[in-house]
């Protein structure tokens, strides 16, 4: 037989149903157990794992909880900025991918291209973890499968609505509700629906997911609503972008238009008065700073699965 290649968390589509439910309900046990992650919950091992992070663009969020994460499991966390090494004077990703396997245990990326993700993992003889690129987040939307689940129960049957631009957040969105079962509306306008790729890859997999360019629409008997920054890092279309999607605002009236015990969710950062108003934002439907600090509970989970094997 051949040999098992390494765990990569590239996408969540890649990944099946039932492993992506082991992996929330481990968040889950992850999050009760606190700062000690105990052994049962521990892969073998992770005492001599270091996970390398780099970064070829910004974050708070993503840095921290998986710097954080790996000390909490026994591990421990590199992180580079990709101008500190020789990947940013020209270095190719493949090479990159080999040297690194070498010394660290894994390998996690927020990557411009999506290309240099794919790259990397196929390259690389460690697990590959995507930590965003352009055209998905699958990390953050564990964290809010998470979130979901803690303040409504179990994810499958149920309704989130994704009010915004058809971004990388939204494609994993689309991703999830295939996998885990739920159904999801996305209001964007047509110039910024998700690409054609992830659209077909829904239909194909039959996923219950709807795209109109209404947000009353969307939200309508939702469980959930979600949305996110107007421009993403390295759009430079930003006055474009902020007159497309200023009726795609979340505010007190769109979120009165979901379900009565609905939650608001948000990646962050935030930007008050465009996306999402003050009052949504620190109203009492919002859980995004259960959804910031879940990142670093599933992504404990992530860990483990991918040094798990
Ligand atoms: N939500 C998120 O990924 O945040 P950072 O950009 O701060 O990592
Ligand atoms: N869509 C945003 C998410 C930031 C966490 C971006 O790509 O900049």
Redesign the pocket.
Known sequence: AAKQGPRHFLDIADLDAETLRKIIDNAHAMKRAGKRVPADLRPKGIEDCVLVLIFE?P?T??RVSFDVAMRQLGGGALTLNHDDLQLGRGESVADTARVLSRYADGIMIRANAHATLAELARHATIPVING?T?KS?PC?IMADIQTFEEHLGPIKGRTVAWVG?G???AVSWMHAAVRFGFKLRLACPKALYPEAEFIDWVRREKGNVEISTDPNEAVKGADCVVT??W????QSDAAKRKKMLAPYAVDAKLMSKANKNAIFMH???AYRGHEVSEEVLEGLQSVVFDEAENRLHAQKAILAWCFGG
């Open positions: 663009k974050s969020r993503t965003l352009e987040h953050q631009d971004n990388n957040v996110d920054t421009v993403s890092m390295g990646c962050l950062p």
